[in-house]
């Protein structure tokens, strides 16, 4: 199965005593890769299914550190590529409840996935047995990926995080 989707990085900040915007809190950090097409291509593996995924890291450590956690997963990373913004990033704050107390969040840039796919994108749908698109990177990679897969009769399956991009192309259903 192909996979095509964003990853995300989550930084999750946890506060042990009262937090305090304005202080410094001690408390817990953690760091987790992330992202629902990410998270699907891991679970394929889990499964014992064949994921190729295809996205970006940040062309930095924590994006090689990200991409060599997919590999050991057993996730064809082939299709990984790096670039500047490659991965979208999470912070969260979250007080001493546990409630999320505030929280940053960056998406990544996909104009160099989308230059990618251009390029590669024919070649990479006529090889696999379907799509899990992700709605959600934007609508340029969606339409080349549903005209491909229509070219090459290969089935697509949705992966929606974001209704917005949806309600805006009703087509891709």
């Given at each position: 199965m192909l996979v095509i989707g964003g990853i995300f990085v989550d930084v999750k900040g946890f506060a042990r005593e009262k937090y305090m915007p304005l202080e410094r809190n001690v408390g817990d950090v953690q760091v987790t890769a992330?992202?629902?097409?990410?998270?699907?291509?891991?679970?394929?593996?889990?499964?014992?299914?064949?994921?190729?995924?295809?996205?970006?890291?940040?062309?930095?450590?924590?994006?090689?550190?990200?991409?060599?956690?997919?590999?050991?997963?057993?996730?064809?990373?082939?299709?990984?590529?790096?670039?500047?913004?490659?991965?979208?990033?999470?912070?969260?704050?979250?007080?001493?409840?546990?409630?999320?107390?505030?929280?940053?969040s960056r998406q990544p840039d996909f104009s160099a996935l989308e230059a990618y796919l251009r390029e590669n994108g024919d070649a990479i749908v006529a090889a696999t047995d379907g799509l899990a698109l992700e709605f959600d990177m934007n609508a340029e990679i969606s339409g080349m990926m549903m005209a491909l897969a229509k070219k090459h009769g290969k089935p697509v399956y949705s992966i929606v995080g974001n209704m917005g991009v949806i309600l805006k192309h009703p087509e891709y259903l």
């Open positions: 992330g992202g629902v097409c990410r998270n699907v291509a891991e679970n394929l593996c889990g499964l014992g299914r064949e994921a190729q995924f295809v996205s970006m890291v940040d062309d930095n450590a924590i994006g090689e550190q990200v991409r060599k956690g997919l590999k050991r997963l057993g996730v064809n990373v082939k299709h990984v590529i790096a670039a500047p913004r490659g991965m979208g990033m999470w912070l969260a704050i979250l007080d001493e409840n546990g409630d999320l107390a505030g929280s940053i």
